[in-house]
């Protein structure tokens, strides 16, 4: 089963604005990822946050974390065509430090 | 730095066959993953190696799939036989530790079961 849930499903954007996914998940985690797959393509880590962190930065890109409400989200700025792609969240969780994907929300950014 | 290398990249075959998967991870890195990816959705882990020892295959469909990373580096997945819903993309993942952080994809096997 998957732990987490992007939302929205899709977003179209124009480029130069700012693009921002949510993600949910179900139980308690030690860390959260976030990866990136182009279309026909494998999946790329972007970046990963732990479960004591809040928020963090990597380039154009913001994580935030609030375990409280089993939450996160990844903002892109400024994003640019290339950024089309479909973004997942993975939850890292449990003794057996299992990964679970979401299910992505599809990025689309307009020339 | 090589990535993760699978092949073959496009499988087509009718139910009831089988076929074999293969996957090459980046050099030095110990554990290993096959993930399932169905159209539309974000990939489910099949199997999970450190080394060549499973650490993870409780989603892995015994009855038809079985998986074996020989001497701990290449490491092929066998359906055995196919089944319409079979049909996906079959991700081969790779890391360095064993914690399931930081994984490194391959580009993927197309499989479609006719």
């Known amino acids: 089963s998957q732990q987490g849930e992007e939302d929205p499903q899709a977003l179209s954007i124009q480029e130069g604005e700012n693009a921002t996914m949510n993600c949910s998940y179900k139980?308690?985690?030690?860390?959260l990822q976030w990866y990136r797959q182009n279309s026909g393509r494998g999946l790329v880590h972007l970046i990963l946050i732990r479960s004591n962190e809040r928020e963090k930065h990597s380039g154009r890109l913001r994580v935030t974390l609030d375990t409280s409400k089993k939450s996160s989200s990844l903002l892109i700025t400024a994003s640019r065509a290339a950024d089309t792609a479909s973004y997942f969240c993975a939850s890292l969780s449990g003794s057996a430090r299992q990964l679970t994907f979401g299910s992505g929300t599809q990025l689309t950014v307009l020339p | 730095e090589a990535g993760v290398a699978q092949s073959p990249r496009y499988k087509i075959i009718e139910k009831r066959q089988s076929v074999a998967f293969w996957c090459n991870p980046i050099s030095g890195h110990a554990t290993l993953y096959w993930y399932q990816q169905i159209l539309g959705q974000g990939p489910k882990l099949l199997i999970q190696f450190q080394n060549n020892g499973v650490v993870d295959d409780s989603q892995l469909p015994k009855d038809r799939f079985s998986a074996e990373r020989l001497k701990g580096v290449d490491s092929t997945l066998k359906i055995q036989p196919a089944k319409l819903e079979d049909s996906a993309v079959y991700l081969c993942?790779?890391?360095?530790?064993?914690?399931?952080?930081?994984?490194?994809f391959g580009s993927g096997t197309q499989l479609s079961v006719l």
């Open positions: 139980t308690s985690i030690n860390n």
């Open positions: 993942a790779s890391s360095l530790s064993s914690f399931n952080e930081k994984l490194f």
